[in-house]
């Protein structure tokens, strides 16, 4: 499989995943669990929820616009459930478009940006974005593991599945 095919792969998985989460699994839940402090780095659902907003857009403005916005990890951008369940549907969408953009050899090359402290950096690209997609699943196992906590059920968000689904069309 060439790496365009990859992340091809990754992106639609990172749509798959993201969308069954919020749909299925998080829709359910009372605002008071939606709000409550689960013990994850970002608190809680919504903040979590917000957070891999933030980092989707950054990551996004950083590859595809080649911009590094700067702007804090936890902010909340949007305060309201749907709102931000909607932002996050959305911009986990753009990937897949964008990678079909640019050249196989593109994945060769490297990624400059400034982080939120300044700092410059210029890593291997693949890699870089490769860290977009694995970034989320962290993320989205942490929601999976605060939902169990909730004695909700778990999602089944593993890559295998998108990948069966797509084999049985």
């Known amino acids: 499989m060439s790496l ?12 798959w995943a993201t969308h069954k989460l919020l749909d299925v699994n998080l829709k359910s839940l009372s605002d008071a669990d939606w709000r409550r402090d689960c013990g994850l780095y970002f608190r809680s ?13 950054i990551w ?4 595809a616009e080649g ?6 990890l936890n902010t ?18 753009r990937w897949t ?4 953009t640019f050249a196989p050899e593109r994945y060769d090359g490297q990624l400059a940006y400034t982080r ?19 970034h989320a699943t962290h993320h989205r196992g942490q929601l999976t593991a605060a939902l169990t906590g ?3 059920p778990g999602p089944e968000l593993d890559w295998v599945y998108l990948l069966q689904q797509e084999a049985k069309q």
């Open 4 to 15: 365009q095919n990859y992340f091809s792969s990754l992106a639609r998985y990172h749509v």
């Open 45 to 57: 659902v919504h903040g979590t929820v917000n957070h891999l907003l933030v980092t989707d857009n």
């Open 60 to 63: 996004f403005a950083r590859f």
């Open 67 to 72: 911009h590094s916005p700067r702007i804090p």
């Open 76 to 93: 909340e951008l949007h305060a309201e459930r749907a709102a931000v369940c909607e932002a996050l549907r959305q911009a986990v969408t």
């Open 97 to 100: 478009p964008w990678l079909a």
């Open 116 to 134: 939120n402290n300044g700092e410059q950096v210029n890593i291997p690209f693949a890699p870089a974005l490769g860290h977009v997609f694995n």
């Open 150 to 152: 909730m004695v909700q």
